[in-house]
């Protein structure tokens, strides 16, 4: 439970800005949207190798 302390005189829209971004750090909603859809094994060994290929083009790119 994420628990937001008000501070005297603030803004509900600044806490609750503070609320929203110590929400998507906590990664909930990523969980949540993960458990919907099961995902093979080899799929995603698949799309991490896709992932890291990528990266690692940009970074020679970067380099040249």
Known sequence: ??????????NIDRALKRFKRKFDKTGTMRRLRKRQQF????VQRRA???????????????EI
Request: charged fraction near 35%; proline fraction near 7%; aromatic fraction near 4%.
């Open 1 to 10: 439970m994420l628990i937001i302390p008000i501070k005297e005189g603030e």
């Open 39 to 42: 995902t093979k094994p080899s």
């Open 48 to 62: 991490q190798i896709q992932k890291a290929e990528y990266i690692q083009g940009l970074r020679d790119k970067e």
